[in-house]
Nanobody, 125 residues
Framework: QVQLVESGGGLVQAGGSLRLSCASP????????IGWFRQAPGKEREFAAH????????YYADSVKGRFTISRDNAKNTVYLQMNSVKPEDTAVYYCAAHVDRGVYYQSPGAYGSWGQGTQVTVSS
């Protein structure tokens, strides 16, 4: 288990930008794949992006590809999700989650054992 804390959510106009952060006090944070998921009201939680420490570990859902960028700063124990050109359909609670990086990567929420509390992102039209 790893403790995760999201921040950076808020209200933004369509076409604008927002940067979410996922921070952890865990010393072995760099050993984990961090995924970003989102859940809109009445909908299932869906995958947005993930990043590990290995080359080729970055992957995006089609719905955010080209608009969102995931990155990590292991010195700060933080993973970021830069959201550009946001749309009203990006409105959701955004969660970061973690699983140990063994070189296999998942987009299913069930594969992640640790979760943050979530941060609300609201995009106005």
């Amino acid at each position: 288990q790893v403790q995760l804390v999201e921040s950076g959510g808020g209200l933004v106009q369509a076409g604008g930008s927002l940067r979410l952060s996922c921070a952890s006090p865990t010393r072995t944070f760099s050993n984990y794949v961090i995924g970003w998921f989102r859940q809109a009201p009445g909908k299932e939680r869906e995958f947005a992006a993930h990043i590990g420490w290995r080359p080729g570990s970055i992957y995006y859902a089609d719905s955010v590809k080209g608009r969102f960028t995931i990155s990590r700063d292991n010195a700060k124990n933080t993973v970021y999700l830069q959201m550009n050109s946001v749309k009203p359909e990006d409105t959701a609670v955004y969660y970061c989650a973690a699983h140990v990086d063994r070189g296999v990567y998942y987009q299913s929420p069930g594969a992640y054992g640790s979760w943050g509390q979530g941060t609300q992102v609201t995009v106005s039209s």
